[in-house]
């Protein structure tokens, strides 16, 4: 009788430690889930500004970026061409939305719908692209480590509405 207490004791208590863990890990996960949404649209709101710093809190210094024409940069190609794209684009706002966050640990996958609007001579365009990006956590700061971004043809972004 003896062992089957010491046996059932500690198969509860090993119950016990995975139920736990487990519910660590999903508070986790949301959290990490938060965090990474919230400072993807802090940075899409902040982007219009041309702020460096912006660029340089959010991007690491090893990201891989291939924009949505194919042509991969680094973060220094990056920073260089905020100021180019201000001056030959019409004054533009960014948003996120379907976005989807798969937390790893230190890393989190995120996927969205990069809605773009632009002014065209006074009359709001609206486009689209799809984007994942890859953010790691180091040194307690979230940063990209790598980016895709796909233009978004009109057809299917009509379809996500």
Not at 20 to 32: L, M
Not at 60 to 85: L, Q
Not at 104 to 128: C, P, Q
Request: hydrophobic share 40%; proline share 3%; aromatic share 10%.
């Amino acid at each position: 009788m003896t062992n089957w207490i010491r046996l059932h004791s500690a198969r509860s208590m090993a119950l016990m430690f995975v139920l736990a863990f487990t519910a660590s890990c999903a508070s986790n996960n949301g959290q990490v889930s938060r965090d990474v949404t919230r400072q993807l649209q802090d940075f899409l709101a902040a982007v219009p500004r041309n702020d460096k710093q912006v660029y340089d809190n959010f991007f690491a210094d090893d990201v891989i970026y291939t924009r949505s024409t194919g042509v991969t940069v680094n973060k220094a190609e990056i920073i260089k061409n905020i100021g180019v794209r201000a001056a030959n684009e019409p004054a533009t706002t960014f948003e996120a939305d379907n976005i989807t966050v798969h937390p790893y640990g230190d890393m989190a996958v995120v996927n969205f719908r990069l809605v773009i609007h632009s002014d065209n001579k006074g009359k709001t365009e609206t486009t689209y692209n799809r984007n994942t990006g890859t953010f790691l956590k180091r040194n307690g700061k979230w940063q990209v480590v790598a980016w895709q971004s796909t233009k978004t043809p009109p057809e299917d972004a009509k379809a996500l509405k």
